[in-house]
């Protein structure tokens, strides 16, 4: 997501690159650029518009530091508007209900169920909820049965009344049944529906009269683009949701959705799914995003993300291995597990700045470790625990049998050796001062200081 618009973005910054000062003529040469990249990146043509009058605006009325060059300046201002555009700073869920109802709405196809099903799963990992997941789509086919599938996936019960087509009865019962199963969360899945459907409209309209939802969520495809904006307004209209959630934001989209929804319904986006796992859920930062448009990265997700994987215990007891030079295969493999839970690999390479644009031609997939896997699965129990004596015959029988080549093992007999000694250099930074290095990460705010 937002590769073209990121590439067009740089290419219109270099308009300024060597130049002495800002001047009226320069600036608006680069955002005629920025602005048809925005618009390219289908977002809509009056946001486009005003975005770059502001950007305009602003650059003319600030003094060029001798410190910081007019290309640098501008990208600034570009980063600070872009992330105003989309919001500011993050909007969290408002719970306070007992139980709290989420009510989900948006487009047949759109990922409300799939998204149901990541929202319940974060809820109870992260925020230690108890959460319900209830079945309102009444009308599509196999849809209860798709969401208990996805509920029994992430270990969430799934409240159905099949047969039953009155969703706001339904509803109501499945409150009736948290309350009394002490669940705190109940997130309703309804049916897709068109804001032209005045019968489908009504209904979900009474179902949100009667359940008096702590929240409503609207669940759009950010691959449709321009049109997923069109959509938000006219559900908004009717249902005054409280928060947009983009899905499909690793796809091949242009983005536009995710630049103009905000400015066009006034309301914030909330989460974006990125990915089918169910753990690819994230809370949407605007900042972040922002950084990431412009080529900066995003490294207090990535931070974020490995934190939430980090079993301290895990690595207390792998610290002991390293120091004494015990670190085997086991752990080796037990350390890619944690990296392909932490999401989407090639996602997360993007994340680290300068190495999203360097990697965006190559193929990297959830799959770049099958071969690693297959050759220690195919090494005995010893030889994990005891790299050192795999020797070459053992090394010709290993890549016999996991179907690869001598080379591939000898290959990643290195890869582990070297992995090996820098982990015991790293024994020598202190768990406390890795904390304070996290911690600090964590809590850092959009990519540059305020000028």
Same mark, same amino acid.
């Given at each position: 997501?937002f590769?073209?618009?990121s590439?067009?973005?740089?290419?219109?910054f270099? +308009?300024?690159k060597?130049?002495g000062?800002i001047?009226?003529i320069n600036?608006?040469?680069t955002?005629?650029?920025?602005r048809?990249?925005l618009?390219?990146?289908?977002?809509?043509y009056?946001?486009?518009? #005003?975005?770059?009058?502001?950007?305009k605006?602003?650059a003319?009325g600030?003094?060029?530091?001798?410190?910081?060059?007019p290309g640098?300046?501008?990208v600034k201002? $570009?980063h600070d508007e872009l992330?105003e555009?989309?919001?500011?700073?993050?909007?969290?869920l408002?719970?306070e209900?007992r139980?709290?109802?989420i009510? @989900?709405?948006?487009?047949?196809?759109?990922g409300k169920?799939?998204f149901?099903?990541?929202?319940?799963?974060?809820?109870k990992?992260k925020?230690?909820?108890n959460p319900?997941?209830v079945?309102c789509d $009444?009308?599509?086919?196999?849809a209860?049965?798709q969401?208990k599938?996805?509920?029994?996936a992430?270990?969430?019960p799934?409240?159905t009344e099949?047969?039953?087509?009155d969703?706001?009865? +339904?509803?109501?019962?499945?409150?009736q049944?948290?309350k009394a199963?002490?669940?705190n969360?109940? /997130?309703?899945? #309804?049916a897709?529906?068109?804001?032209?459907?005045?019968e489908?409209?009504?209904?979900i309209e009474?179902?949100?009269?009667?359940?008096?939802?702590?929240? #409503?969520?609207f669940?759009? *495809?950010?691959?449709?683009?321009?049109?997923a904006?069109n959509?938000?307004k006219e559900?908004?209209?009717r249902l005054d949701?409280?928060?947009v959630?983009?899905?499909?934001?690793?796809?091949d989209? &242009?983005?536009?959705?995710?630049?103009s929804? &905000? #400015? $066009?319904v006034?309301?914030p /986006?909330k989460f $974006?799914?990125t990915?089918e796992?169910m753990e690819?859920?994230d809370v949407f930062?605007?900042? &972040?995003?922002? *950084?990431r448009?412009?080529? @900066?990265?995003? /490294?207090?997700?990535?931070?974020?993300?490995a934190?939430e994987q980090?079993?301290e215990k895990?690595a207390?007891?792998?610290?002991k291995?390293i120091?004494?030079n015990k670190?085997?295969?086991?752990?080796f493999?037990?350390?890619i597990?944690q990296?392909?839970?932490?999401?989407? +690999?090639?996602?997360?390479?993007? @994340?680290i700045?300068?190495?999203?644009k360097a990697?965006?031609d190559i193929d990297?997939?959830?799959?770049a470790?099958?071969?690693?896997?297959a050759?220690i699965?195919s090494?005995t129990p010893?030889e994990r625990?005891?790299?050192?004596?795999?020797n070459?015959?053992?090394?010709?029988?290993?890549?016999?049998?996991?179907g690869?080549k001598?080379?591939d093992v000898?290959?990643?007999m290195?890869?582990f *050796?070297q992995?090996r000694?820098?982990m015991?250099?790293m024994?020598?930074v202190s768990?406390?001062?890795m904390a304070?290095m996290?911690n600090a990460?964590k809590?850092m705010k959009?990519g540059?200081?305020?000028?």
């Open positions: 997501m590769e073209n618009l590439d067009r973005l740089e290419r219109s270099k +308009i300024l060597g130049e000062k001047t009226e600036v608006a040469e955002l005629k650029d920025v048809r990249a618009l390219d990146a289908d977002v809509n009056k946001v486009a518009k #005003t975005f770059t009058d502001v950007v605006q602003k003319l600030m003094n060029v530091l001798t410190a910081v060059k640098q300046l501008m201002i $570009v992330a555009l989309m919001g500011g700073k993050a909007e969290e408002k719970l209900g139980p709290a109802v009510l @989900m709405s948006g487009l047949q196809g759109s169920t799939t149901s099903g990541k929202l319940a799963n974060m809820l990992t925020r230690h909820k319900l997941l079945a $009444v009308y599509r086919p196999a209860i049965e969401l599938v996805v509920g029994a992430v270990g969430v799934v409240y099949e047969g039953n087509k969703v706001v009865e +339904i509803a109501a019962h499945a409150i049944e948290a199963r002490n669940y969360v109940v /997130i309703v899945d #309804t897709g529906r068109l804001a032209v459907d005045e489908m409209m009504d209904e009474a179902l949100k009269k009667a359940v008096n939802p702590d929240e #409503t969520l669940v759009v *495809d950010s691959m449709t683009g321009q049109d904006v959509t938000a559900f908004n209209d949701f409280d928060g959630v983009l899905t499909k934001l690793d796809g989209t &242009r983005g536009g959705a995710a630049l929804i &905000r #400015t $066009v006034t309301k /986006i $974006v799914g990915g796992k690819a859920i930062h605007p900042e &972040r995003m922002a *950084d448009i412009l080529g @900066m990265g995003d /490294i207090v997700s990535l931070v974020e993300r934190q980090f079993d895990q207390k007891e792998l610290e291995k120091r004494k670190f085997d295969f086991n752990d493999m037990a350390q597990q990296i392909k839970k932490m999401g989407n +690999i090639k996602d997360l390479a993007a @994340m700045p300068g190495v999203g990697i965006k990297l997939d959830d799959d470790f099958k071969g690693v896997e050759i699965n090494m010893k625990a005891n790299p050192d004596i795999i070459q015959s053992r090394r010709m029988r290993i890549a016999k049998g996991s690869s001598l080379d000898n290959r990643l290195k890869q *050796d992995t000694k820098m015991k250099m024994t020598g768990n406390s001062k304070q996290a990460m809590h959009g540059m200081p305020k000028l």
